[in-house]
């Protein structure tokens, strides 16, 4: 699936890296605890969050993640978005809660990872 | 061959930093041409301890050794020490504040990542006076 797709599919607003748009990824993760994310996630490439900090980006960068969902609306800080946009992490937020963001992309074909 | 060495000082006042200097280490080893499962255990290795750092000993150093076969990571502290390092080695038992659960970290997962990542941990330290870590990452 590609990053766009995800993006239609959850009415996402995309806040930077337009251009990585085309980039397929196929397994999510979805998490507020980082520490959770670094503990458990594999080869994921997409994370989905409700946490809005600059840590939720640099788990995502020491993961090699290619995408970051923002639920239930929150809107990251600049700071957070030129954190993502510098390392080449599309960004968007939609006003999905966790479950649903999750369960549409689920239901789609992106999976869960090994 | 002699290593190539890298320094670091984590800033412990700044938690939105935290992480910064394994960003930069993890650049490093990507242009020196590493595997990238080995860059991400370097990664996710030093950027737990760094965030333990930040969280519990208000910042310390951070060396990294590079050689072709090992990528050595010493973080030293002089922060309060670990009082047990075995219960500090559960998965799920932290002893972070609520204000750093809700930073997203404080899991308990720190130290049981960084074993899980690494060849080897070692782990020095002295209640009241600082902690030492070495990790090892084989390439």
């Known amino acids: ?114 | 061959m002699s290593a190539l060495t890298f320094h670091y000082d984590v800033d412990g006042q700044d938690f939105s930093s935290a992480g910064e200097a394994s960003v930069a280490v993890k650049k490093k080893l990507r242009q020196m041409g590493f595997p990238p499962d080995v860059i991400r255990r370097c990664s996710i290795a030093m950027y737990e301890g760094e965030i333990n750092m930040v969280i519990h000993a208000n910042g310390g150093t951070a060396d990294v050794q590079v050689e072709p076969d090992k990528i050595t990571i010493i973080l030293e502290d002089h922060g309060p020490g670990i009082p047990d390092v075995e219960l500090a080695m559960k998965e799920g038992y932290s002893t972070s504040t609520e204000e750093i659960r809700t930073m997203g970290f404080g899991a308990g997962m720190g130290l049981p990542n960084m074993k899980r990542y690494t060849e080897s941990l070692e782990i020095e330290t002295e209640v009241g006076v600082g902690t030492k870590l070495t990790m090892v990452v084989k390439v």
């Open chain 1, 1 to 114: 699936m590609k990053i766009r797709e995800i993006a239609q599919l959850l009415d996402a607003q995309v806040l930077c890296c337009e251009e990585e748009l085309d980039t397929e990824v196929s397994d999510a993760f979805c998490c507020d605890m980082m520490s959770d994310v670094l503990a458990f996630a594999t080869n994921q490439s997409v994370l989905i969050t409700g946490l809005l900090n600059p840590q939720v980006v640099r788990t995502a960068m020491m993961l090699d993640m290619h995408c970051i969902v923002f639920v239930c609306g929150k809107l990251p800080t600049p700071e957070i978005v030129s954190l993502a946009s510098a390392n080449d992490i599309v960004t968007m937020v939609t006003e999905h809660h966790t479950f649903s963001a999750a369960g549409r992309l689920y239901e789609t074909g992106l999976l869960h990872g090994e």
